[in-house]
Every structure is written in C-alpha cells, then in structure tokens.
C-alpha cells in the first residue's frame, strides 16, 4: 500500500514489556499488516470461480445478511441473459466486454443487486475505484441484507489505509452476518488496531478465530498476538504466536514471527521456553 509517512508508522506494530528488576525490553515489531492482511485474507470474488456447484442455503440463528441476493429470483429473462453474457466474458478475463454486459443487466433491472456487484468486481479489474464504490453502494440499496458488497469496500478502504471506513463498512456486514465472514472480523481488529482501539480489536480478533475453524485465516493469531502483547499478557501473546506459526507453517513471514514468539519468551523466561518445548 502506498501511503504517507504518518500511515507508514500507523502500520507497524510496536510494544514494549517492563519485566522485574526494573528492567526494560522493547520488542519492536515491525510490521505493515496493512499490505499483508490485505493479500492474506483472500476474499473469494465471485468472478475468481463462477462453476460454485450446488449451493444449500440454510437460516442460521442470528444471521440475517445473505451472500446471494434474494433480489435474483426476480430479475426479468433479458436481465439475466445480459448477465450471464457478463459472467462468460469475465471468466475469459473481458473485462469491457463484462462491463458493458453487467451494466445492460442493472439498466434492464435496477433492483439487480447481484449484478451491481459483480459490475463493481469488473470495475476494479479496470482499476475504475470511484466506478466499483458505488457499484456496490447500489446493489446495497437495492438489497440491504447482501452482505458481499460491504466485503470488497472494506478491502479497499483498508487498501487506502482509511481504517475508520474499514471499522463502518465490517461493523455493517458482522451485524448481519457474524458467522460466515471471519475475515471481516480480521479487517475489523486491524482497523481498530490501527486507530488504538485494542479492546475492540482483541474482541474482534477472538471473534473472528471462533468462526474460523479450518484456521484459513490464522493471521488473525498473529494479530491477537501482538495486541495482548501491547496490553503486557505476554502469555497470551506468545500462545497466540506459537499457533499461527503451527496453523501457518509456511508463512512468508514465519522466521520473523518465530523471532518474535523468542522476544515475547524472554519477557516470561525459563517457564515459557519450558512450555515451547513441550508443544515441539
């Protein structure tokens, strides 16, 4: 991510530990979460894999936003004839032919939120940012409960660094779906890491590891790790280290991190390295 110097230092992580004897170790760990977070989290567009096979829906408790529009199901024939055309060239990677296609289907059907989506995916193809917001503002109005919209504006307002944005637009999509989105609860602990809000930030960081069970975003681990490690739970903090680099063994990254997980050790002394070496 580009930005000023300001947001340089906003993504690095830092913290300090104040063992006894009145001694001091700073652990500095320099960190652009932003950059990587970004890549990690792998939010599937629905352009990458169109054959999705059978599809079960199912109510679950407390879930009310969607990541298929129930405004689908009335799209007139033409609209979904334009919208088909629109899939077809962009999984050929037709990116203005897919744009033309998609923005006939919308003009035939307004209330098309699923086209005014995937419109939004095209226009950031094209690199077209302005264009893809309020795609996927209008597929929000023409259906609230769709929640894949406020997925990909807080991938890019947390590409920009806008992490107040990032916090609105995941605050939005958790209320309506907290179950099927663990990396929105990841977007949401780095933007309220960001802004220094690190109770909110832990909260959602454990939100996000609860429903993540197949751990395919254990950054999140990595995350955690460094916010306790800021509010001095050295313990949890090294926990959390040691499980990302077990659930991310082959982590760009994971030298650092193990150099990091070493830090937080020395803060607890023997009785941490004793318990690392169990887990070995």
């Keep these: ?37 970004f890549s990690l989290l ?18 679950l408790a407390n879930v009310e936003g969607l990541t298929i529009s129930a405004t689908s199901a009335l799209a007139p024939k033409d609209a979904k004839k334009a919208f088909e055309k629109a899939r077809n060239a962009a999984k050929k990677q037709k990116w203005e032919e ?22 939004g995916l095209v226009q950031q193809e094209l690199k077209n940012d302005e264009g893809a917001r309020k795609s996927y503002a209008q597929a929000l109005a023409a259906d609230p409960k769709f929640v894949s919209p406020y997925q990909q504006l807080a991938m890019m307002a947390a590409h920009e ?14 209320r309506l779906n ?19 809000n690190l109770d909110a930030a832990e909260k959602s960081a454990r939100e996000g590891i609860s429903h993540d069970a197949a751990h395919h975003y254990a950054t999140m681990n990595h995350v955690l790790g460094v ?21 991310a063994p082959n982590a760009n990254d ?21 318990q690392d070496a169990e887990k070995q």
């Design 1 to 37: 991510m580009a930005g000023s110097e300001n947001s340089s230092r906003a993504g690095r992580v830092a913290f300090a530990a104040s063992p006894p004897e009145g001694k001091r170790v700073a652990v500095l760990l320099h960190r652009r979460f932003g950059d990587r977070a």
């Design 42 to 59: 792998g939010a599937r567009r629905a352009l990458d894999n169109p054959d999705v096979g059978t599809i079960i829906l199912r109510r």
């Design 98 to 119: 897919a744009e033309k296609e998609f923005q006939k289907a919308v003009d035939l059907y307004p209330k098309y939120a699923a086209a005014w989506y995937q419109l």
């Design 161 to 174: 660094q806008k992490w107040q944005e990032v916090i609105d637009d995941t605050d939005r999509l958790l």
């Design 178 to 196: 907290p179950v099927d989105f663990p990396q929105a609860w990841l977007f949401n602990s780095l933007g309220n890491y960001y802004l220094k």
């Design 227 to 247: 916010i306790l490690a800021q509010k001095q739970d050295y313990a949890g903090a090294a926990a959390q280290l040691r499980d990302y680099i077990h659930f």
């Design 254 to 274: 994971i030298a650092q991190v193990k150099e990091q997980l070493s830090e937080v050790e020395k803060v607890l002394g023997p009785e941490a390295k004793k």
